[in-house]
């Protein structure tokens, strides 16, 4: 199992996966780190965990005309935050993906180094995605999972470090305790059952930096079937899907190392 971790790492590591955009200059921006500095917070874990709970408390998960006239621009989505911590305005509408993007523009403009991460779902009629965070943690040596759309950070219930992406898809998912304010745990207590039960299955880290690189796909084959077909996507299978909208996808599975995308049948 060394050597399989191993192997992904280095994969990942070609990939092109490293530190987070950094905003350009933005008085929202440099208010809400503004905000983050007068915290005392140094630590890379503390600031993520002090960011997430901004960016979940001050917006609200919500896809309707609203979140589209916004969806694509961070500033504005950025000051309407900071608005609406402050107690101006109505929350904005945000979604996984528009709230993992906040989050990275705070935390890339605080130097701290980020990648973003889609995980997938073969339990539907199409490949449903949900997008969260990774953070850096130079003390420790190591990537763990912030999710600023359901709040969450992830624990190993049995030695208490903070969890990966890569950990969640492929080791089991009862040794992984999700966790809220550093108090709630347990994924019946925060109702996030639906993560556990439906993704942490298949995994692709940030594709908006792989434009030029192959794009990596990591998959759990006894949670992911690479068979399936998916009506809503004109009955394309996993691998049909990627050709089509990744650049250069190489699958990687439990079973074997740099698998190329084929046919899919």
């Not at 905003?23 to 503004?34: H, K, N, Q, R």
């Not at 900071?82 to 101006?88: D, I, K, P």
């Amino acid at each position: 199992m060394g050597r399989f971790w191993a192997v992904l790492v280095s994969c990942l590591c070609l990939a092109g996966c490293g530190r987070g955009e950094t905003s350009p200059p933005d008085t929202a921006l440099a208010a809400v780190v503004g905000l983050v500095k007068s915290r005392g917070l140094s630590a890379p874990v503390q600031c993520a965990d002090f960011v997430r709970e901004f960016v979940h408390r001050n917006s609200v998960h919500l896809i309707d005309d609203e979140y589209y006239t916004y969806a694509h621009d961070t500033p504005r989505i950025l000051a309407l935050l900071l608005a609406r911590s402050r107690g101006r305005g109505e929350p904005p509408h945000l979604d996984c993906y528009t709230r993992s993007r906040a989050m990275e523009a705070i935390l890339g403009a605080l130097g701290i180094e980020t990648r973003a991460v889609d995980v997938y779902s073969d339990d539907f009629d199409h490949p449903a995605s949900h997008s969260f965070l990774e953070v850096y943690d130079p003390g420790a040596r190591a990537w763990h999972v912030q999710d600023p759309d359901y709040n969450l950070h992830y624990l190993d219930s049995a030695g208490g470090a903070q969890l990966s992406a890569l950990e969640l898809v492929f080791r089991p998912l009862d040794r992984a305790l999700p966790c809220r304010d550093g108090s709630v745990r347990g994924w019946e207590k925060l109702g996030v059952e639906l993560l556990r039960d439906h993704y942490f299955e298949l995994l692709v880290y940030d594709r908006r930096r792989m434009e030029k690189a192959k794009t990596v796909i990591l998959v759990n084959l006894s949670r992911f079937s690479l068979e399936k077909r998916f009506p809503e996507k004109e009955n394309a299978t996993l691998p049909q899907f990627a050709e089509r909208f990744y650049n250069r996808p190489v699958i990687i599975t439990n079973n074997g190392f740099g698998s190329a995308v084929s046919g899919g049948g």
